[in-house]
């Protein structure tokens, strides 16, 4: 089945730079990746997502980018606000959703 | 987005009892529902996918007599754990889909077993 990963685990930046998280994925037939943002005992909330044929895409200071040929998407945030600090999870999806690890942000005001 | 929602939000019960957990989607038809278990600081794991009307397919490991889960309408899901003991005290998260679209999450449910 498919495997996703993500790096990193944790993630510290001081507010108003940039953070990227990383995912890999192992089946190519894999066609939806979502970001989800995760508050402490809250359920995940989509913020974006990309196809798989789409290359990137960008909401606001969100983005994301999907490499089909080596298996990888990124999410970007710019300009980070302390409100940003969550865990966040990637995805990968075929008929159903396999989650990455997880990356807690810290944005440090 | 869509919504989803989850009752009850926090539930504690005794060990061998049984405990049901509810998943609506409130402004759409759920062709499929989801449901996950998260543990403090990991991943979400999937548990089992309904289709509506059908049987649930669990995932491997998940054992079905214990988590009953019932998909008989396209607004809602119910996780029922039976028989529960501590070692199933976990964050319960379902999310719903329509068709091919895009999967919405519900607020999740914390369960305590003492």
């Known amino acids: 089945g498919e495997n996703v990963e993500q790096h990193p685990s944790t993630l510290s930046v001081q507010e108003g730079d940039s953070a990227v998280i990383k995912c890999t994925y192992s089946?190519?037939?894999?066609?939806?990746f979502p970001w989800y943002k995760q508050e402490l005992g809250k359920g995940p909330q989509l913020i974006i997502d990309i196809r798989s044929n789409v290359g990137e895409k960008k909401d606001q200071r969100i983005a994301v980018t999907l490499n089909k040929t080596a298996k990888h998407f990124s999410l970007h945030i710019t300009e980070t606000q302390p409100e940003d600090s969550a865990v966040y999870f990637c995805?990968?999806?075929?008929?159903?959703?396999?989650f990455g690890a997880g990356t807690r942000l810290t944005v440090k005001p | 987005g869509a919504v989803v929602s989850q009752h009850p939000s926090r539930v504690i019960c005794k060990s061998g009892t049984s405990v049901k957990i509810e998943c609506r989607s409130l402004?759409?038809?759920?062709?499929?529902m989801f449901w996950y278990r998260q543990f403090p600081k990991q991943s979400l794991m999937l548990m089992a996918t309904?289709?509506?009307?059908?049987?649930?397919?669990?995932e491997q490991g998940v054992e079905k007599d214990k988590f009953l889960i019932n998909h008989a309408s396209l607004t809602l899901s119910t996780l029922t754990v039976t028989s529960a003991h501590p070692e199933d005290s976990s964050f319960y998260i379902c999310?719903?889909?329509?068709?091919?679209?895009?999967?919405?999450f519900g607020p999740g449910t914390r369960l305590t077993v003492t």
């Open positions: 089946d190519s037939a894999s066609n939806y």
């Open positions: 309904s289709n509506e009307g059908s049987k649930a397919t669990y």
């Open positions: 999310s719903a889909r329509e068709g091919s679209r895009e999967q919405y």
């Open positions: 995805a990968a999806m075929i008929n159903d959703m396999r």
């Open positions: 402004d759409f038809q759920a062709t499929t």
